[in-house]
């Protein structure tokens, strides 16, 4: 038996060890929260601090520069948190004109009208950004103010320096972003400022814009050479202290400078997209509307990466148009258009058929050399050159188009005619060339189209080697049928 002493002692124990244990618990729960997001209960009791290295983190194991750059994995998943509404912002006239000659002032202003259409009544082009350096620059920011439009919302971009916030204070403009670069590749070897001077630096300029009423928008450039967990999420868990503080919104744009993200599931930090965006989430308290994601197509993924970014939390992606940009270019703002309405089974009222007077306008008034391969809005991207395509288009545009094109960009499919056309090619650019429908279209069984093949066989047995042009088949159309032909061509008319 125990003796009473030992019964005593027993219970001592038992009691401090459950007080111990209630302690700890409660110590726990602090760290626990019901999140507004899952509707759970979720544990993170870790606040990442600056790491101020004496040394900048360069990842070469990574980014080796003398090779290939390496996708290395953790198998770490995170889940997807598609926000409720999702918008395109534009850096034409920002980003967009790094790579180029520079628009006009007037060139902008149209331009500026066009996204506007585009992005019909419900701002789904949300906002553009202007440079404020030149006098032209700010010529056409003023123009286009000028117009009334609540949407896209004009902003500026500028550098982290006083003299810069200078140039937007008085300006009339609600936003403006802030360049911050944050990879030690810039605040070591460009800046040659430490992480904790850097930070200090940057938090200074945004709090000039927030006492001046403007809301701030941090452009992360670098983030996926960045140290992701030393210096990102400390200094974007500083600008939601500041957004806190002031109650005024502070958005966080997501910049891939180099293109090295990558959309894959279970890619390591800092390289992937879905890991960049769950984390300034997660990990620095950033809400959906305030994250933006900026790519750019050095590896070709600029349009998957910002479809990643909205699917796992950026309210916003950051587009140019024709993806015109520094070396590859961004990622092209019609590319967007249509992954928008992919994702969200709508256009929801974006006017898609603005996008080929857009290209057409930038082609023309700025002699700009489209490639003609360019999804959406190439010379060539829905034309068929093949005789076996040409016969599928003939019965059905379904077979080889990827969608009605003519109705959403007023461009229906084409036929280019060349030595592999055979007669379904020549009718068929007949048909779409004079837009015949219905009983009105010729057919590849017409004799006068055997006339027309004769001629073009004829051309590439001596030697031809270009495709037959618009220009020539309009011509022996009306040799080969002019009774055809002076039917159609006044329909056409």
């Known amino acids: 038996m125990t003796s009473a002493p030992e019964t005593f002692l027993l219970y001592m124990r038992t009691k401090t060890c459950s007080l111990l244990f209630c302690k700890q618990e409660e110590q726990n729960m602090k760290n626990i929260a019901l999140s507004n997001k899952s509707n759970l209960l979720e544990q993170d009791p870790y606040q990442y601090t ?20 390496k996708i290395a994995y953790n198998y770490r998943k995170v889940p997807m948190n598609m926000p409720e509404k999702i918008y395109i912002t534009d850096t034409t006239f920002r980003d967009g004109q ?43 920011l003023e123009q286009c103010m000028a117009l009334g439009y609540k949407f896209p919302e004009i902003t500026t971009w500028i550098r982290a320096t006083k003299s810069d916030f200078a140039l937007v204070r008085n300006i009339g403009i609600k936003e403006t972003g802030i360049l911050v670069s944050c990879s030690d590749y810039h605040i070591f070897n460009k800046m040659g400022l430490t992480r904790q001077q850097a930070m ?64 894959f599931a279970g890619v390591a930090l800092p390289r992937s997209v879905s890991g960049i965006i769950y984390g300034l989430q997660h990990h620095a308290g950033v809400p959906c509307e305030m994250l933006e994601w900026h790519g750019h197509n050095d590896f070709y993924k600029g349009v998957v990466n910002a479809s990643t970014a909205w699917l796992y939390g950026a309210q916003a992606v950051n587009c140019s148009l024709l993806g015109i940009g520094e070396r590859t270019g961004n990622v092209p703002l019609e590319a967007m258009v249509f992954e928008y309405a992919q994702l969200r089974g709508t256009l929801d009222g974006m006017d898609s058929r603005v996008i080929t007077e857009i290209a057409d306008y930038i082609s023309r008034e700025t002699h ?32 080889y188009n990827i969608f009605d094109t003519e109705a959403l960009l007023d461009r229906p499919p084409l036929v280019a005619v060349s030595n592999v056309s055979g007669l379904a090619g020549i009718a ?22 055997s006339k027309m093949k004769e001629w073009i066989d004829k051309q590439y047995d001596e030697g031809r080697i270009t495709v037959i042009s618009d220009e020539e088949m309009v011509h022996l159309f009306e040799e080969c049928a002019p009774e055809v032909f002076a039917k159609v061509a006044r329909s056409k008319v």
């Open 200 to 263: 200090d630096k940057y938090l200074g300029i945004v709090k000039d814009a927030i006492d001046a009423g403007l809301r701030p928008r941090c452009h992360f450039e670098d983030i996926t050479r960045a140290d992701f967990y030393g210096f990102v999420v400390p200094f974007a868990t500083a600008l939601m202290r500041l957004s806190e503080d002031s109650g005024i919104p502070v958005k966080i744009r997501a910049c891939d400078t180099m293109g090295y993200g990558v959309p």
């Open 368 to 399: 700009y050399e489209l490639p003609p391969m360019t999804p959406f809005v190439g010379k060539n991207f829905n034309v068929t050159k093949a005789g076996i395509h040409a016969d599928g288009l003939l019965k059905d545009p379904e077979i």
């Open 98 to 140: 790094q790579s180029r000659a520079p628009y006009t002032t007037q060139q902008m202003v149209e331009i500026y009208k066009m996204l506007h259409r585009l992005g019909g009544p419900k701002g789904i082009i949300r906002q553009t950004e202007f440079f404020v350096y030149s006098h032209k620059d700010r010529e056409a």
């Open 428 to 449: 068929c650019w007949i048909n779409n060339y004079y837009r015949l429908a219905g009983e009105n279209t010729v057919s590849k069984k017409d004799p006068f189209i």
């Open 50 to 69: 600056l790491q101020d290295v004496e040394k900048p983190e360069l990842f070469r194991e990574l980014f080796p520069y003398a090779e290939v750059p």
